[in-house]
């Protein structure tokens, strides 16, 4: 899976979910947690999700 289709696929789980954790997501797409928050850093830094202590929030 492309980090594009990751990242498309944690904004889904987000919307769902209303919260994502680094641990799950990293288990979920087989990938490092490091993958996983640079993924969650590139989608904050893009105004898609806010960053919390070991996951994301929706943006409020």
Known sequence: MLASQRKQQILQILTEEKQVMSGEL??????????????????????K???????????S
């Open 26 to 47: 990293s288990q979920r797409f087989n990938v490092s947690e490091d993958s996983i928050r640079r993924d969650l850093r590139e989608l904050a830094a893009e105004g």
């Open 49 to 59: 999700l806010q960053r919390v202590h070991g996951g994301a929030l929706p943006v």
